[in-house]
């Protein structure tokens, strides 16, 4: 294959880098989440625990955990990253934004990444790997 044939035909790909973006950025969304309610890889709660279930963060770990998992299957794939956004969006203006303006340093990078990550998926779909493609067919 030449250079020129690759890259005439990279757009081709897109539909399934679609496809690649949701899951790893779910993968890694979804650990946020289980930090945070099963205290696996490890636990990130002050003091070392876990989230409790009526807190806002236990609230969040459970959109993030199973929403997350929703996001890596590729189901109810638009309204779960329009929700996902929403979260995102309120955890950066309630937990990041009081402690500085810039991302990097109020540690809100991630939400920031994730909250327009979130959004595009709720416009754009999973992609051809997903189980909404199944459903649909």
Known sequence: MTAPSVVSRWPDRAPYLLSIL???????????GTAKLFAFPAAIMPGG??????????IASVLE?????????????????????????????????????WPLLNQGFPAVIFCFTWLYFSA???GPWSLDARRGR
């Open 65 to 101: 955990t199973f929403g997350g998992a929703c996001m890596l299957f590729g189901l109810f794939t638009r309204p779960v990253a329009f929700l996902l956004s929403g979260e995102m969006a309120v955890a950066y203006f309630y937990g990041h934004a009081p402690n500085g303006f």
């Open 22 to 32: 949701r899951i790893v950025a779910a993968f890694l969304f979804m650990q946020f």
């Open 124 to 126: 754009a779909g999973a």
């Open 49 to 58: 625990g876990t989230a409790p279930l009526a807190s806002l963060a236990g």
